[in-house]
């Protein structure tokens, strides 16, 4: 299974950014769920949102809640991570990643920095 991160770049505080996983490869389930990740200089990986292949739940950390959306495509077999109101905080390398349970962690992308400067 492949997973293509791109999207990230340099943004100034309260801007916004979209980020897109395309899964290029591999098969999505009605069971998988597909969620990004981030993690900051000196910081532990830390998760972001999710959302299921074939329903409509979504799932979000309570840092980034009302200020990103997740949503998906299948069509392109693509999920994007709309980011607004960026903070400083939120800087550093995201990641996609792709299970069949929450939170998924089975299947990893490449990451893509976004850097939130203020």
């Known amino acids: 299974v492949q997973l293509q991160a791109s999207g990230g770049g340099s943004v100034q505080a309260g801007g916004p950014l979209r980020l897109s996983c395309v899964v290029a490869?591999?098969?999505?389930?009605?069971?998988?769920?597909v969620g990004w990740y981030r993690q900051a200089p000196g910081r532990e990986r830390e998760f972001v949102s999710a959302?299921?292949?074939?329903?409509?739940?979504?799932y979000y950390a309570d840092s980034v809640k009302g200020r990103f959306t997740i949503s998906r495509n299948n069509a392109k077999n693509t999920v994007y991570l709309q980011m607004d109101s960026l903070k400083p905080e939120d800087t550093g390398v995201y990641y996609c990643a792709l299970g069949s349970s929450y939170p998924p962690d089975r299947y990893w992308g490449q990451g893509t920095l976004v850097t939130v400067s203020s």
């Open positions: 490869s591999g098969r999505l389930y009605s069971s998988s769920i």
């Open positions: 959302i299921r292949w074939n329903d409509p739940r979504t």
